[in-house]
């Protein structure tokens, strides 16, 4: 009923910047918010970023002042900019979207397939 499609993903320099997006589509009545996780090999999955339906965004500690997400609404696509980028950075991003797909529905979280980051030294 939701899909999502990510892209943006890629190999970068250490230093360099990405900039990730995740647009939902389908049958959507609406959307309250989305954000981004992360999987680096071995490792479980961790919070990224957040952004509520009122604009509020919150931040893992390691990535604030370098990442920066914001959504745009007319399009239902939540955009992770990613600046000055460190190896530990590398990992597999997911998005998610919360949303429902009925006005007296309730609202589930729908998840992208995930985009490669990777970060050379």
């Known amino acids: 009923q939701v899909q999502l499609v990510e892209s943006g993903g890629g190999l970068v320099q250490a230093g360099g910047s990405l900039r990730l997006s995740c647009a939902a589509s389908?049958?959507?009545?609406?959307?309250?918010?989305g954000g981004w996780y992360r999987q680096a090999p071995g490792k479980q999955r961790e919070l990224v970023a957040i952004?509520?339906?009122?604009?509020?965004?919150n931040y893992a500690d390691s990535v604030k002042g370098r990442f920066t997400i914001s959504r745009d609404n007319a399009k239902n696509t939540v955009y992770l900019q990613m600046n000055s980028l460190k190896p530990e950075d590398t990992a597999v991003y997911y998005c998610?979207?919360?949303?429902?797909?009925?006005?007296?529905?309730?609202?589930?979280?729908?998840w992208g397939q995930g985009t490669q980051v990777t970060v050379s030294s």
């Open positions: 952004v509520t339906s009122s604009g509020s965004t």
């Open positions: 389908g049958s959507i009545f609406a959307i309250n918010g």
């Open positions: 998610y979207h919360r949303a429902k797909v009925q006005r007296w529905g309730v609202y589930s979280d729908y």
